[in-house]
């Protein structure tokens, strides 16, 4: 790899607290979360010729992690079913899962609502991408991409407004 | 002038053209139910935003720094044991199902790294199931609480009955890490329940009592939430060992 190549290294460190933010809005474990922010560096350094020179490193990444969730839907659902009774457990022996109510509150909050609609909160609310740059990563238009985000937003604010905190 | 709940939501996430934003600006004004509206939009947004901001204070575990700056992954310099990180994705999704499926607490990356390094840890995986091997096993099956090696790796710790009527025994491991673990008899031998890292100093190799040793809180957890009773006194789990641990 040259020097682009070292270039493209030093710009995903760069986004490496960013895509786990993203990836722990995805992904309510947080191991979970590190294995996909580690797949998607893997899959973009192998492809790094992929990345056209007027695309946005950023977008381009965080598009790669949606994948890689994606891919990981089945058998992800799968598991989650598996683990569910067992939260409270995991969380004991996971200091890093457990030290932040607010941040599991959001998370459990989050893993509830249907995919689609948590990718587009994510990108948006948690990541702050603009609707035609989250409708990119997406791969939909910007109307579809709204219309996930207004209902992953009621359905978040629902469940929220249950256990306080936002005004209703 | 009322608008549509999105266009309410794309004002809140400033996505709205000067024309329709100054509508909107407008219509908030005369009407307090379209201000509440964009206020609930906004102080989502805030929660969601900030609840997330803290993910970004922490720091990047090493194993995805060495991917992207593409290092062998060689011994680790800091004196972190490769418990909790897995050196490399090398277990697929639906392994890691079948595994924790069988398995109750976290540390699971360490988990499948510990039942990869075959003959440093002596668990392993067989049918979908994480059981003893090697020298726990034959800790599990031989080994009576108040008559143990002080220096071995393998410690025993309480036995008990459990709800479901199995027999089960928590134990300790110092190496390569301290971790702590509950297993229950099976047919085919000792299932590893619970297998938690022991916090701070590790076992120390005269620890006698069960009580001296770290045993991690998930295990503890998992003791009382199967336990039946009373753990098993020195005559009964003596007892237990002679029937070979059938309940």
Redesign the interface.
Known sequence: ?GSSGEEL?DR??EL???L??FA??LAR?A?DA??L???T??RA?ARAEQLRPDHSVASWLFGILRNAWID?GR??R??ES??EP?DI??????P??GT?P??L??QDALARLPEEQRLA?AL???E?F??KEAAAIMSVPVGTL??R??RG??A??SM?SETS???? | MTFP??VL??YA?D?LDARTRAAVEAAMASDPEIA?RI???K???G???S??????G?P??A???T????EPAGPRKDNVVPL?R?P??QW???Q??AI??SL??????GRLSLVRSRGTVPIALRGGQVMAAGALAAALSDRLAADQPADDPVRIGVSFRSKSGEYCRTFTVRQPAALGGLACHAADGWQVGVL??AESAGVEPGAYRQAASPM???VI??VSGQIAGEPLDAQAEAAARGRHWQP
């Open positions: 790899m290294r995903i460190i490496l607290p960013r786990r933010r722990r809005a474990n191991q590190d294995d922010v580690q797949i560096a893997e350094l990981e058998s992800r799968r598991r598996l683990l067992q457990a995991e969380r004991v022996g996971d890093a899962a932040d607010e941040l509150c959001l909160v948006v609310l948690v702050g603009s609707y709204t219309s985000l207004a937003r009621e978040l604010q929220l905190g936002v005004p209703s | 709940d999105e939501m794309a996430d996505e509440h206020a609930q939009h102080a989502l947004r929660r969601v935003h609840a997330f901001n803290k993910v970004l922490e990047v575990p194993r995805i720094l991917v992207v700056r593409g909790r897995r490399a994705r697929t999704w639906p890691w199902t924790a499926a109750i607490v976290g540390v699971i990356g938690a890292r991690p809180p998930a957890a998992a």
